[in-house]
């Protein structure tokens, strides 16, 4: 090789310090070490290992010398070409130290010359210093300790870092699966992170598998030249832990029971629709089921349940869009998410434009049941595609009045208002739900009244929770009894979970969810719905408004706190709180 074509592959294959030092380690490795010991400053780094080192004068000409002279079979575990050591020649002055022999290299000073020294005094093993050519600050030195555990995580053989073991030994960590060929766990993170023999190769998107988690290869991957990505379409061993991968996905969050579909495995099956030929009638039933369309309120929908929606199917122009939350509230549309077409990649009439001729084209070559499984796909692609067509986004908002009106108690009717003050004489358990169920906290916020369109309530986030009159009397009002209270208690846990204005716009996270989860699942929930019903049963006999499904419900509660007052004296307060729930 030309001098000044090696100088440049020597500098521009090293990227950063800690993919040098990770160089070293293969080469450690592959020298057959069973330790590998890393000591690094601001100034320097030390690597030591017990390995077998450079056997004599002719290897260290062979091997050190020259650049690129390549591994027979079976003798490195990572090797390929003896390359590696040039990145840490371009970081630092190097002195080798192995057997009787120490090696000297200074490429900012000396360019390509080196220093042998013989008649040294004997060490085990491989020994290399480097003074850095350039000092390193006290965050480059955290950044290079983290990145280097990252890099080397499960590697064979221990690793330390200024004394600190830093990798784990794959044997000794769970997996979802072991083979001969990999150790892999998999899990519902966004990533999937492929170890050739414990060292990172590169972390996947979960979607490109279906799955995230960690692949920690057994036997040795075919990498590209800078060991960041593997080549597929030679490595056998891939081929073997590619299929692997497909399984284990499908286990994880396919139709097994518990399993839980991710981001990851609807992104991971949205692509595999675009690409995979239909051959079965199982495959095109599962087409059928496969819930890849997700509206606005976070619900994942099929091709067959959009068919019979029987409602229009639009897509909200963005993401935690208040007008597309009430639209679907409002029950005049199905509001899809715009995440669903990020899967896809494609607008909806697209993917459904794309999905009819595939069944069409399939269905011409299909006999006996596949031919009727794919004549049922086309009848839902149908479906769904008459549904888009019945509206637009834009023609169905502006059918909505998206102001709400604060309403005066004083300007309520004397039934809604008493509701009103049913609701507030209980606002204090709505916050407890969240703070003993969830771990929110936040004091009780006022119960006030609105009128509104397109919204069942909302909060300013602070001190007040805003409820819309049209649940304060008629058919959806307390005549309701119990029913109408647990409706309510959910209402008013909904909007305390919420720490904004949600009158404005807004959406629901995983984190919202899990909130509200905890609320409502609290025994605080039910002593909220408790509190709604008697509350409105005092308001109601008062005020000689008592529907007869509330009367016979109070008549229900009476008897179970009688039965409980028979069995148990001490148990009255316990059973008396649950009893309105076990009436309705």
Request: glycine share 8%; with cysteine.
């Amino acid at each position: 090789m030309h001098p000044a074509l090696l100088f440049d592959v020597i500098k521009s294959q090293a990227g950063s310090l800690q993919k040098a030092l990770t160089e070293l380690v293969m080469n450690s490795v592959d020298a057959g070490a069973s330790s590998v010991e890393i000591t690094l400053d601001r100034n320097c780094f030390y690597v030591k290992d017990n390995g077998r080192g450079f056997a004599g004068r002719d290897e260290i000409d062979a091997f050190f010398e020259t650049f690129g002279t390549p591994h027979v079979e079976s003798d490195a575990v990572f090797g390929r070409f003896r390359m590696g050591r040039g990145q840490a020649f371009a970081f630092a002055r190097n002195r080798w130290r192995t057997g009787t022999f120490e090696m000297r290299v200074d490429i900012q000073g000396r360019g390509l010359d080196y220093d042998l020294i013989t008649g040294c005094e004997p060490v085990v093993g491989c020994t290399i210093h480097g003074d850095l050519y350039e000092r390193l600050d006290p965050s480059d030195l955290l950044s290079i300790a983290r990145s280097l555990a990252e890099q080397c995580q499960y590697l064979p053989i221990p690793l330390s870092l200024n004394g600190k073991v830093i990798n784990r030994l794959p044997e000794s960590e769970r997996w979802t699966h072991t083979d001969d060929s990999a150790y892999v766990r998999v899990d519902d993170s966004r990533r999937l992170s492929l170890f050739n023999l414990g060292v990172l190769v590169a972390h996947y998107p979960a979607s490109e598998f279906g799955v995230g988690g960690v692949v920690v290869s057994r036997r040795q991957l075919a990498v590209n030249f800078a060991r960041n990505d593997v080549l597929r379409s030679q490595c056998p061993e891939w081929k073997t832990i590619r299929p692997l991968l497909t399984r284990l996905a499908a286990e994880h969050c396919g139709r097994t029971k518990g399993a839980k579909r991710t981001e990851a495995w609807r992104e991971f099956q949205a692509r595999q629709v675009l690409t995979t030929a239909l051959t079965t009638s199982v495959q095109v039933d599962e087409l059928r089921g496969l819930p890849l369309f997700t509206d606005v309120a976070g619900k994942h929908l099929s091709l067959k349940q959009l068919g019979s929606s029987r409602l229009p199917i639009v897509v909200a122009p963005s993401r935690k869009s208040l007008m597309a939350d009430r639209l679907q509230q409002a029950k005049l549309a199905v509001v899809l998410d715009p995440c669903t077409f990020d899967r896809f990649g494609r607008p909806l009439v697209d993917v459904l434009a794309f999905l009819h001729n595939l069944a069409a084209e399939a269905k011409g070559r299909a006999r006996d049941a596949m031919y009727w499984s794919l004549e049922a796909l086309r009848r839902d692609i149908i479906d769904v595609q008459g549904l888009v067509s019945r509206s637009s986004y834009d023609a169905l908002a502006a059918t909505l009045n998206s102001d709400h009106e604060v309403l005066s108690q004083a300007r309520l009717p004397k039934d809604a208002a008493a509701a009103l003050r049913a609701i507030e004489s209980a606002s204090y358990l709505v916050a407890m739900c969240l703070r003993l169920g969830a771990g929110l906290e936040g004091g009780s916020r006022r119960i006030r009244a609105m009128a509104s369109e397109t919204a069942d309530a909302y909060t300013d986030g602070r001190s007040n929770i805003f409820v819309n009159a049209k649940f304060l009397r008629g058919a959806d009002g307390p005549s309701a009894g119990i029913g109408w209270a647990s409706r309510m208690a959910a209402l008013l846990v909904h909007e305390q979970a919420h720490d904004f204005d949600s009158g404005v716009g807004h959406g629901h996270d995983a984190a919202f969810f899990e909130a509200f989860h905890a609320g409502v699942s609290h025994p605080t929930f039910g002593r909220l719905v408790d509190a709604l019903f008697d509350n409105w049963s005092r308001e109601a006999v008062a005020l000689r408004k008592t529907s007869m499904k509330v009367l016979r419900q109070m008549d229900g509660t009476a008897r179970l706190a009688d039965a409980a007052v028979v069995q148990s004296p001490a148990a009255i307060p316990a059973a008396a709180a649950q009893e309105p729930a076990l009436a309705g």
